[in-house]
């Protein structure tokens, strides 16, 4: 069974940057595609970005785009997700989760219920 530990959260202001981090291990890091999802508190848990197990597509959340970016690196079973130009309506737990079905297109990747695997989540607060 995959295993997701996530890392890098924290308290930052608006306009400031934080990088998370999610080490995969228990499983072929490289077959699963990843996604980031976030949960503010009194809202449902929402997409933030994915990455497809070659690395070769990523998606984004119209409210991330152009501000965040997910990458992974194979060798270091990793996934990242850089975020930039931080908001207060950025704040929120950050989960990591990977899949085992191979998805690639967006369809499937904005939905949590085709994720498999999650970690714990890192909290991000940004303040005004």
């Known amino acids: 069974q995959v295993q997701l530990v996530e890392s890098g959260g924290g308290l930052v202001q608006t306009g400031g940057s934080l990088r998370l981090s999610c080490a995969a291990s228990?499983?072929?890091?490289?077959?699963?595609?990843m996604g980031w999802f976030r949960q503010a508190p009194g809202k449902e848990r929402e997409f933030v970005a994915a990455?497809?197990?070659?690395?070769?597509?990523?998606y984004y959340a119209d409210s991330v785009k152009g501000r965040f970016t997910i990458s992974r690196d194979n060798a270091k079973s990793t996934v990242y997700l850089q975020m930039n130009s931080l908001k207060p309506e950025d704040t929120a737990v950050y989960y990591c989760?990977?899949?085992?079905?191979?998805?690639?297109?967006?369809?499937?990747?904005?939905?949590?219920?085709?994720?498999?695997?999650w970690g714990q989540g890192t909290q991000v607060t940004v303040s005004s």
């Open positions: 990455i497809t197990f070659s690395g070769s597509s990523t």
């Open positions: 989760a990977a899949e085992r079905e191979y998805y690639t297109e967006a369809y499937y990747l904005r939905h949590s219920t085709n994720y498999d695997y």
């Open positions: 228990g499983g072929t890091f490289s077959n699963n595609a």
